[in-house]
């Protein structure tokens, strides 16, 4: 990495050795240098660390210079395209922080690692786990694009062949756990009262999301678990989300209640593909949305058991294993931390680590789950550059609570617990980190479009944190090359 001129905030560290009467700004005001010990770049990709996803917003009058034997300053931030020669290579690189003086203020070391494309052999089962961002919002334009680009790449440079694992599935068996809005709470507590429907000859189905309704109530559809029956009809069970009464002004219970009555569900509108209406046989309330969670654990307190998620959906198709478990979350958690008072922010950041190793220990126990799965775990996007994206996507909702810079300071603290709880740690040998926060361009990696503003149209950000086609597929090339050279380490 050579030259780099911008400000850095790596996931990490805040670095010693800046004397509290030097005249330079008070320590808690310094950007954090948070870079993990090793970024991983594959064959065939391009690593970017971008000025702006290397510096927070309120780090003014700092500049950064990144020193490497490979790589380029651009006007925008580092770049490197390994060669085929440099495989398997290690490149050590140095981070510079300078104040407004140009006297550095601290430094922090890490390395570039050089993958080979590609690795293993035989079926790779892989799980993605996410919120939107895994989801692959808009759907229509992105819908699970981080996981389905992953499984391309592998494919291409051949060897292994990926099997993708979840519920949430797109075209061609891309699939994926991962579902908008949720947090890692949402994947490590029992959370809200779902529906679930069992069913039998059910016509097809018009999607996840879709909407039906029954006695009264609406509904829509979350996940779906059927096997093929005769005819082309299938049977298993139906995940829903109670939406509330059709009709809230009549007299009409709320929430629906557990029973052993057979029903029907009618679609809210018409489909295009001429889904009908469904008979169920059996209505369970309240049921957990979260996959991994087992009521039945605990004397019925309830727990997470990853390995019964597994086999409840017939291993997708594949073997009783999780390869690779890809986890991203931490956008919703942030901001559910940014609207809430500064003296609370510690506090919650340390209650959303705990939920962390909560998930990454669920998905390796023993009992329970896979000791050799290995999880890759993301340091999130911050979303794009332009904080008034941010204000007219969510001021409605928040108010004045909400701010970029606000929301950003928090996500960036928590990239520094994450690698001080995970990056290279004994205790946690099979975790990595993926440095998708770091490589999205938070530019032209999100969507632009026609926004007005003061009464004039202008060219802006439509979308303050979801990726357009090229921020997504920098996060699956931050995932891929984790995983490249992980394989290259240890083969499975």
């Given at each position: 990495?050579?030259?780099?001129?911008?400000?850095?905030?790596?996931?990490?560290?805040?670095?010693?050795?800046?004397?509290?009467?030097?005249?330079?700004?008070?320590?808690?005001?310094?950007?954090?240098?948070?870079?993990?010990?090793?970024?991983?770049?594959?064959?065939?990709?391009?690593?970017?660390?971008?000025?702006?996803?290397?510096?927070?917003?309120?780090?003014?009058?700092?500049?950064?210079?990144?020193?490497?034997?490979?790589?380029?300053?651009?006007g925008r931030g580092f770049r490197f395209t390994p060669a085929d020669t440099q495989v398997n290579r290690v490149f050590p690189a140095v981070?510079?922080?300078?104040?407004?003086?140009?006297?550095?203020?601290?430094?922090?070391?890490?390395?570039?690692?050089?993958?080979?494309?590609?690795?293993?052999?035989?079926?790779?089962?892989?799980?993605?786990?996410?919120?939107?961002?895994?989801?692959?919002?808009?759907?229509?334009?992105?819908?699970?694009?981080?996981?389905?680009?992953?499984?391309?790449?592998?494919?291409?440079?051949?060897?292994?062949?990926?099997?993708?694992?979840?519920?949430?599935?797109?075209?061609?068996?891309?699939?994926?756990?991962?579902?908008?809005?949720?947090?890692?709470?949402?994947?490590?507590?029992?959370?809200?009262?779902?529906?679930?429907?069992?069913?039998?000859?059910?016509?097809?189905?018009?999607?996840?999301?879709?909407?039906?309704?029954?006695?009264?109530?609406?509904?829509?559809?979350?996940?779906?678990?059927?096997?093929?029956?005769?005819?082309?009809?299938?049977?298993?069970?139906?995940?829903?989300?109670?939406?509330?009464?059709?009709?809230?002004?009549?007299?009409?219970?709320?929430?629906?209640?557990?029973?052993?009555?057979?029903?029907?569900?009618?679609?809210?509108?018409?489909?295009?593909?001429?889904?009908?209406?469904?008979?169920?046989?059996?209505?369970?309330?309240?049921?957990?949305?979260?996959?991994?969670?087992?009521?039945?654990?605990?004397?019925?307190?309830?727990?997470?058991?990853?390995?019964?998620?597994?086999?409840?959906?017939?291993?997708?198709?594949?073997?009783?294993?999780?390869?690779?478990?890809?986890?991203?979350?931490?956008?919703?958690?942030?901001?559910?931390?940014?609207?809430?008072?500064?003296?609370?922010?510690?506090?919650?950041?340390?209650?959303?680590?705990?939920?962390?190793?909560?998930?990454?220990?669920?998905?390796?126990?023993?009992?329970?789950?896979?000791?050799?799965?290995?999880?890759?775990?993301?340091?999130?996007?911050?979303?794009?550059?332009?904080?008034?994206?941010?204000?007219?996507?969510?001021?409605?909702?928040?108010?004045?609570?909400?701010?970029?810079?606000?929301?950003?300071?928090?996500?960036?603290?928590?990239?520094?617990?994450?690698?001080?709880?995970?990056?290279?740690?004994?205790?946690?040998?099979?975790?990595?980190?993926?440095?998708?926060?770091?490589?999205?361009?938070?530019?032209?990696?999100?969507?632009?479009?026609?926004?007005?503003?003061?009464?004039?149209?202008?060219?802006?950000?439509?979308?303050?944190?979801?990726?357009?086609?090229?921020?997504?597929?920098?996060?699956?090339?931050?995932?891929?090359?984790?995983?490249?050279?992980?394989?290259?380490?240890?083969?499975?």
């Open positions: 990495m050579k030259n780099l001129t911008a400000i850095i905030v790596c996931c990490g560290m805040v670095f010693p050795g800046l004397a509290a009467d030097s005249g330079r700004r008070p320590a808690e005001t310094r950007p954090i240098l948070a870079v993990p010990a090793r970024v991983y770049i594959a064959v065939g990709r391009e690593l970017n660390l971008w000025n702006d996803t290397l510096l927070d917003a309120g780090a003014t009058g700092w500049t950064v210079r990144v020193n490497c034997a490979v790589g380029e300053h651009t981070v510079h922080v300078a104040d407004a003086d140009r006297r550095e203020v601290f430094s922090r070391p890490f390395q570039i690692c050089v993958a080979p494309a590609g690795g293993g052999a035989g079926v790779m089962q892989l799980l993605f786990i996410g919120d939107s961002l895994t989801q692959g919002v808009p759907l229509t334009e992105c819908g699970g694009m981080v996981s389905g680009t992953v499984r391309e790449l592998l494919e291409a440079a051949g060897g292994a062949r990926p099997l993708l694992m979840g519920r949430n599935q797109h075209a061609d068996d891309n699939r994926h756990e991962g579902w908008g809005g949720w947090s890692f709470a949402s994947f490590t507590a029992q959370g809200g009262g779902y529906c679930r429907f069992t069913v039998a000859g059910i016509p097809p189905l018009p999607g996840s999301r879709a909407e039906y309704t029954g006695e009264g109530l609406r509904y829509r559809i979350h996940s779906v678990n059927l096997l093929p029956a005769d005819k082309g009809l299938s049977q298993g069970t139906l995940l829903m989300q109670c939406l509330g009464p059709v009709n809230p002004g009549q007299a009409q219970a709320a929430r629906p209640s557990a029973s052993a009555t057979p029903g029907i569900l009618t679609p809210a509108r018409r489909s295009a593909n001429g889904a009908g209406e469904i008979a169920f046989t059996q209505r369970e309330y309240p049921v957990s949305a979260n996959p991994f969670w087992d009521a039945s654990l605990h004397g019925g307190k309830g727990g997470l058991d990853v390995r019964k998620y597994v086999r409840d959906y017939r291993c997708f198709g594949g073997e009783d294993k999780i390869d690779f478990a890809f986890i991203q979350l931490g956008g919703n958690d942030c901001m559910g931390v940014a609207i809430e008072p500064e003296q609370e922010t510690a506090s919650r950041l340390a209650r959303i680590l705990a939920q962390a190793k909560t998930l990454v220990r669920a998905i390796q126990a023993n009992p329970g789950g896979y000791p050799d799965c290995r999880v890759i775990l993301a340091l999130p996007t911050i979303g794009c550059n332009s904080p008034d994206t941010y204000v007219r996507n969510y001021g409605a909702q928040f108010g004045s609570r909400i701010s970029m810079a606000r929301y950003e300071s928090v996500m960036r603290r928590l990239w520094d617990m994450l690698i001080r709880e995970f990056d290279g740690k004994p205790d946690w040998p099979g975790v990595r980190l993926a440095v998708n926060g770091l490589v999205t361009d938070r530019d032209l990696g999100y969507p632009k479009g026609e926004v007005m503003l003061d009464g004039k149209p202008q060219i802006l950000h439509n979308n303050a944190v979801h990726p357009n086609a090229v921020g997504y597929r920098q996060c699956a090339e931050a995932y891929y090359s984790v995983m490249c050279g992980w394989l290259a380490e240890t083969p499975l």
